[in-house]
C-alpha cells in the first residue's frame, strides 16, 4: 500500500507543478497583454480564451495534491472534538461522496470531451482545441478521486482501530 500511497502522491505533486506552471504562463500572458496593449495599442489576439483554459487548468491540476495535504477550507474545530472513531466515520462517509461527485465530474468531462472532439469544437478566437483541454481536467479529477481512495481508507482504518 507504500508504493501506491507514493505513487499516487507524486502524480499529484506532478499535477499541482503543473499547475503552477500554467499560473505563471497566466500571469506571464496578461502582462505581455498589457504591455503590448500600452505600447502598441494591440493586445495580444485571443489572450481571454488562453487565460481561461490555463486558469481551469491551474484549478483541475492542483487540486489532487491540495487534498493530499488536506489544505482544503475543513471544519476542524469541531471535527477535532468528536471521539476518534467518530471522526473516523464521517470521514470515511464525506470521503466516499466526494469520491462519487468527481469521479462523476470525471466520467462527464470526458464523454463531454469525446463530444466536443467529434464536434470540432474550438475556443472562440483562436480555433484552440477544447477536447485536449478537458481531458486534461478530467485528469486532475481522476487523480483527485485517488487520493480520496488513500483518504477513505485512512479513515476506515481510524474506525477499525
Known sequence: ???IRSSIEAISRRLDQAAGF???VTM??????IFLRL????PLLGTVDYVGILTA????LGL????????QIAVEFIFDKLPGRLQGVLGTLLNIIALVFWAAVAWYLVEYGRDMAASGMVSSTVN???APVLYLIALGFVVLCLVLI???VDSIRKVIE
Open 1 to 3: 500500500m507504500s508504493t
Open 22 to 24: 500554467c499560473l505563471v
Open 28 to 33: 506571464a500572458l496578461i502582462m505581455v497583454n
Open 39 to 42: 505600447l502598441f495599442k494591440s
Open 57 to 60: 487548468l491551474c484549478i483541475a
Open 64 to 71: 489532487a495534491y491540495c487534498a493530499w495535504q488536506n489544505a
Open 128 to 130: 484552440f482545441p477544447l
Open 150 to 152: 488513500v483518504k477513505t
